[in-house]
């Protein structure tokens, strides 16, 4: 039996309570699942990289606790004696001491054994130096994206198409239908931040948000739902992050959008706001498009972090780049 804490949250197993762990391992060797998707987009047969491999987990990060490095310590040695063959670790090291801290001399020991080691370089993209995990005998690992997404388009009263992305399910919520679109007249409520909305102002209406940290993009969905908004559009400066890496499914159509449109999207508003006929739009989904033209792909992807190699700068790092983005994984739970 698995212990579990007093509040409910940890538990006293590799069982996983956070969906990172979970996530890494059915990247790496999950079972070939077929009719595999998540809420109904990239669906299909989804699996792992080594598909028949058998997983060891150890969990060497606790939710409130955070993480200790003896138990990553303890983990690399009871992967020796488990007789493990790769051992792949979605954590950065923060020292890059190269030769001299526990991250690397626990790697050379594991290398040592034989066991093949992959790790992170990290999410502090896209400034140089901000790869970590430099030690040579590792393989180090960035992301790129991939030409898959989640495709829909912001149509405009006036008839302009603004092409977007979308994780909003269901088309016929739309209908074709046009309505009225507001932009805030505040930095908070541009930025549909908690409390900013008035449902005498947005209710009935598609809202313009401006793009926040990711983390906070499920705020701005039930901000603007629960003022009685029908649509969201964010415009964000890094192209498709925003709800895409939030983990929210929003509950009104959404759309989010270039920075490179704002222009187009905001004169429309204020060219329209004082007639009889206020700015309308509609948001059309197409859900998943592969070859996507939007962004261009193969491509470092904006949070992955860059070389050159701060400690040894002829040792080129991070290794290797992999699809990193919009990327169809194992859920815990």
């Not at 990247?27 to 699942?33: K, R, W």
Request: charged residues 20%.
């Amino acid at each position: 039996m698995e212990g579990v804490d007093q509040n409910g949250t940890e538990t006293r197993s590799p069982s996983d309570t956070n969906g990172h762990g979970t996530h890494c391992a059915g990247t790496a060797a999950g079972s070939s699942v077929n009719k595999a998707g998540s809420h109904d987009y990239a669906v299909g047969e989804a699996k792992g990289m080594a598909g028949r491999a058998r997983i060891a987990s150890y969990k060497i990060y606790w939710g409130e606790l955070g993480g200790d490095l003896s138990d990553l310590l303890a983990a690399g040695n009871q992967a020796v004696e488990d007789g493990v063959d790769v051992m792949s670790m979605s954590v950065a090291d923060g020292g890059n001491k190269e030769l001299r801290d526990a991250f690397a001399q626990l790697t050379f020991g594991l290398m040592q054994q034989g066991i093949f080691v992959s790790m992170s370089g990290g999410n502090e993209g896209p400034g140089p130096k901000t790869c970590e995990n430099l030690t040579p005998w590792i393989m180090t690992v960035g992301a790129s994206t991939m030409d898959r997404e989640l495709r829909a388009d912001l149509v405009l009263g006036d008839g302009q198409v603004i092409p977007g992305t979308s994780p909003f399910l269901d088309n016929a919520e739309m209908n074709d239908s046009y309505s009225e679109i507001i932009y805030g007249d505040n930095s908070d409520s541009q930025s549909c931040l908690e409390g900013s909305l008035s449902s005498g102002e947005v209710s009935g209406k598609i809202v313009v948000c401006d793009c926040t940290d990711s983390d906070k993009a499920g705020y701005q969905v039930i901000e603007v739902e629960s003022a009685g908004g029908v649509g969201m559009i964010v415009i964000c400066n890094k192209p498709a992050k925003q709800l895409r890496t939030s983990d929210v499914f929003p509950s009104v159509p959404a759309v989010e959008v270039s920075d490179t449109h704002r222009s187009k999207i905001l004169d429309y508003i204020k060219r329209n706001r004082v007639k009889v006929e206020k700015p309308t739009a509609t948001i059309n989904l197409l859900g998943t498009v592969i070859g996507s033209s939007l962004f261009p792909a193969p491509k470092v992807a904006e949070f992955s972090s860059r070389g050159p190699n701060k400690i040894t700068p002829e040792i080129l790092k991070p290794d290797i780049i992999a699809p990193g983005v919009n990327i169809l994984a194992a859920k815990a739970g």
